[in-house]
């Protein structure tokens, strides 16, 4: 169990440098973002309207139970367009302070690289390629799950789909390669 969590622990820590790397010094953390034309006036409008309402907003709304809410939705839709909103009320996140999201992201990249180093530590008899492999496929995987189904359904831009699921599998050739090394090694 020590060589597992040894392994997820440098994992994570080859994710986490990867991903610092790939958000600010490649374009891969901005790709598919766009600004908003007339922000002020579109900022001044959310903060009046929403106020303190953090939240992610769906628009036009219709209610889920009603029987004919595809069909209002198409009608809305058509008419007024369609979106996807997260929003957070003026000083509801304090940007300068990034320690607490660094935490959080480095104790969320923990526990995937725990569950791979897991994984392939049950793999008995693969070579280092196997190993390494067997990790990144699965980062393929995790990068797929969410973010093409946000492709699919909530049309997110496909430059920003890909670019998530590109930053997924540096993840996993980072960690993978650091965990498949480490379980590989005769004594720990």
Not at 69 to 91: C, I, N, Q, T
Request: hydrophobic fraction near 55%; proline fraction near 5%; charged fraction near 10%.
């Amino acid at each position: 169990m020590q060589r597992i969590f040894i392994a997820g622990i440098l994992g994570a820590i080859a994710m986490f440098v990867w991903t610092s790397v790939a958000h600010m010094v490649t374009p891969l953390g901005s790709i598919g973002f766009s600004q908003m034309p007339n922000e002020a006036a579109m900022q001044s409008a959310l903060d009046t309207n929403l106020a303190q309402h953090s939240g992610l907003y769906f628009f036009p709304w219709v209610d889920p139970n009603d029987p004919k809410m595809m069909e209002k939705s198409a009608a809305l839709e058509k008419a007024h367009g369609s979106g996807l909103l997260l929003y957070r009320p003026p000083g509801a996140m304090d940007a300068t302070n990034m320690g607490p999201m660094l935490v959080k992201e480095f104790i969320k990249q923990l526990v995937v690289a725990l569950i791979a180093a897991y994984l392939v530590s049950r793999m008995v008899g693969l070579s280092f390629a196997g190993r390494w492999s067997a990790v990144v496929l699965m980062y393929i995987a995790g990068g797929l799950v969410t973010n093409a189904s946000y492709w699919i359904w909530y049309e997110f831009p496909l430059d920003y789909t890909l670019a998530q699921i590109a930053v997924e599998l540096g993840s996993g050739i980072a960690a993978g390669a650091v965990i498949a090394w480490w379980l590989g090694r005769r004594s720990a």
